[in-house]
């Protein structure tokens, strides 16, 4: 394996414990739109922006409304969770202490929002951690795209060889593959029943992370 310097953390599902709330804000929003959605099709939209997930359901369920609207719905319920309810997953911050010591370049590609992720990041105390950071705004295709994590590796100018990526979701795992970075899947109680197959890795505890580098650069 190569000697990773830099890392790219998804941040819903990875950072912070949002992806079943997250189902929660979206069939709340999209309920108003006539639409029951279930776990199933909301699955397999993990990890996309919500733009691009959108888009999706309007054609799914064949809507005569705008990707706006649903937008604008959806941002009225989740302000509240991204501002007061979402918490760190366990060992977060004391693993980015470690990769921090271990004078890694860590990075940010999430799917989120500019607005809500930097309120959450910042709330959460951990945004300064992040020395590149890439949202939903800053691209014009999200995952399973590779787009935001070409962005963030370009960012830091690293090599993709040597960049590793934690998902948590099969579009960004195929997002993160399609890079050419090594994957760290991080496997919860949210996506356990999810394929973990293009994953060159799987973690179940945060603290695995700084175990893998300090292999690496021991090596």
């Known amino acids: 394996m190569p000697n990773f310097q830099t890392i790219i953390f998804d941040m819903d599902g990875v950072l912070i414990d949002s992806e079943n709330y997250n189902y929660e804000i979206e069939k709340k929003a999209l309920s108003h739109f006539g639409i029951d959605l279930t776990r199933e099709i909301a699955n397999k939209f993990m990890g996309m922006r919500f733009e691009d997930y959108f888009k999706a ?3 799914i369920f064949n809507l005569s409304v705008e990707v706006k609207d649903l937008l604008r719905a959806h941002r009225m319920i989740a302000k509240k969770y991204y501002g007061e309810i979402f ?6 911050r004391e693993t980015l202490e470690k990769l921090r010591d271990q ?5 940010l590609a999430t799917g989120s929002q500019k607005e809500f992720a930097m309120a959450t990041l910042t ?3 951990i945004l300064d951690f992040f020395e590149q950071r890439v949202f939903a705004d800053d691209v014009s295709k999200g995952k399973p795209d590779p787009e935001p994590f070409l962005l963030a590796a370009q960012k830091f100018r690293a090599n993709p060889e ?6 948590d979701t099969p579009n960004g795992f195929k997002a993160a593959k399609a890079a050419g970075m090594f994957l760290v899947a991080y496997k919860s109680n ?3 029943s999810l394929d973990f197959g293009l994953a060159d890795k799987v973690i179940t505890d945060m603290r695995e992370i700084s175990a893998l580098i300090s292999f690496e650069i021991s090596n």
């Open 190 to 192: 949210h996506n356990e």
């Open 123 to 125: 709330n959460l105390g």
């Open 87 to 92: 918490a760190l997953n366990p060992y977060v």
């Open 57 to 59: 359901l309007i054609e």
């Open 103 to 107: 004078n890694v370049q860590i990075g």
């Open 162 to 167: 040597t960049t590793m990526v934690i998902e």
